[in-house]
C-alpha cells in the first residue's frame, strides 16, 4: 500500500545573508497510514524543519528553499497552488505546536478560535460542535473554557484546546512538534495518554517530534533519528532501543540516565553538533564518533530506503 505521506530526498536551506546553510538534508521518510513515526534528535538539527515542510509553513519571503518532493497519497505538495494547499493544511494535515500560549491569540476567546475553525469546515458556527470537540479532548467544563480567553486556562487545557482545533476537519495526519515540552510532568503524560487515545480513535497517522526517549518509547510504532538535518538511524521503535545501531544513537541512548541498576556517572557526549555553517567534511557526526575511520572524514554516507531498518554509517 502507497504511504499516507512520502518525502522523497529533501532539503532545506535557510538564507543567511549571502549563504544558504542546510537544515535538513536529503531525507527520505514514509509515514503509512494509522502509524505514529517519532523524530528525535539534538536541538537545530532539523526537527521542526522538517515538520513544517508538508504544511507548507516554511518562511514564504525568499529566505528559504527546498528541493526533492513531499507527497501526500499520491499528489506532490510542492507541485500545489497556495489555494490548494492552503485547503489541504488543517483537512488532511493539521499540526500541534510545543507552546500552546503563543498558538492562540491572546485577546480573543477560546470559543472565538475554535469557532473559527468549524466556520472553515461547517460553513457557519455551531455551539454543539465546539462543545463535542472540548468533550473529545476531554475537557470537562466547556462552557466556562470557551468563553475564557487563553490567559484563564492552564497550560495542559490550552494544549487540549488547540488539539481539538487541530481535530476539526479529521485530519489524516497529525504533526505534534513537542506537544508537551512546556507542560509540567503529570499533564505531560495526561496530553500523551490523550494524543495516544485520539489516533487510535480516529485512526489518525502521527508525526510526533521530541527530544525525549521515554515518549518515543511510549507512543511511536517506529522512530527516526536526526543529526544535523540527516535522518541518520530509522527504524521500528521496539528495534531502534533494543539495539540502536549509528553511533549517534547508541550515544544517545547511553547518556539517558536509568532507574533500575546501581547510581554511576552517567556517559556524556562530547561536543555539540555541528552549526549549519561550519558542516564538516564526510559524515555529519565523525568529529564527535568513537568509531569514526578515515572513509568518514571525506564520504557522507547515504540511505535512500524509506522502509525497513536503515542506519547511515559507513559502518554498515
Ligand atoms: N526561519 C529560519 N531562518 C533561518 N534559519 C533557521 C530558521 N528556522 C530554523 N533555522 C535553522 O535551521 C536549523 C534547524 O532548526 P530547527 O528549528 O528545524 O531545529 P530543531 O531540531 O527543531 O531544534 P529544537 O529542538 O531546538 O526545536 C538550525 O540551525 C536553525 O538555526
Ligand atoms: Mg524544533
Same mark, same amino acid.
Given at each position: 500500500m502507497a504511504p499516507l505521506l512520502s518525502i522523497k530526498d529533501l532539503t532545506v536551506d535557510y538564507r543567511h545573508e549571502d549563504r544558504w546553510l542546510p537544515a535538513v538534508k536529503n531525507v527520505f521518510l514514509d509515514v503509512s497510514e494509522g502509524e505514529t513515526v517519532a523524530i528525535v534528535g539534538e536541538s537545530g538539527c532539523g526537527k521542526s524543519t522538517l515538520a513544517l515542510t508538508p504544511l507548507g509553513l516554511l518562511p514564504q519571503d525568499g529566505t528559504c528553499r527546498t528541493t526533492g518532493q513531499v507527497f501526500l497519497n499520491d499528489k506532490n505538495l510542492f507541485n500545489l497552488k497556495e489555494e490548494e494547499r492552503r485547503l489541504l493544511r488543517g483537512r488532511r494535515i493539521a499540526m500541534v505546536f510545543q507552546d500552546p500560549f503563543s498558538s /492562540?491569540?491572546?485577546? /480573543?476567546t477560546i470559543n472565538y478560535q475554535l469557532q473559527e475553525a468549524i466556520i472553515l469546515k461547517e460553513g457557519k458556527p455551531n455551539h454543539q460542535t465546539a462543545m463535542d470537540l472540548l468533550k473529545q479532548v476531554h475537557l470537562s467544563d466547556a462552557e466556562r473554557i470557551l468563553e475564557s480567553y487563553p490567559h484563564q486556562i492552564s497550560g495542559g487545557q490550552r494544549q487540549r484546546v488547540l488539539i481539538a482545533m487541530a481535530l476539526v476537519h479529521h485530519p489524516a495526519l497529525l504533526i505534534a512538534d513537542e506537544p508537551t515540552t512546556a507542560l509540567d510532568v503529570t499533564i505531560q503524560d495526561e496530553i500523551l495518554q490523550l494524543l495516544k487515545e485520539l489516533k487510535t480513535k480516529l485512526g489518525m497517522a502521527m508525526i510526533f517530534i521530541t527530544h525525549n526517549m521515554g515518549i518515543v518509547k511510549n507512543i511511536s510504532d517506529r522512530m527516526a533519528v536526526m543529526y544535523a538535518g540527516h535522518i541518520v538511524e530509522l527504524g521500528k521503535t521496539a528495534d531502534v532501543l533494543a539495539a540502536p545501531k549509528h553511533p549517534y544513537t547508541q550515544a544517545l541512548l547511553r547518556s539517558l540516565p536509568k532507574l533500575t541498576g546501581s547510581l554511576g556517572t552517567i556517559p556524556v557526549m562530547e561536543g555539540q553538533p555541528p552549526e549549519p555553517s561550519a558542516m564538516p567534511a564526510g559524515c555529519p557526526f565523525h568529529p564527535r564518533c568513537?568509531?569514526?575511520?578515515?572513509r568518514c572524514e571525506k564520504e557522507d554516507p547515504f540511505e535512500r530506503d524509506s522502509d525497513g531498518r536503515r542506519v547511515q554509517c559507513h559502518l554498515f
Open positions: /492562540l491569540n491572546p485577546v /480573543l568513537d568509531r569514526t575511520f578515515e
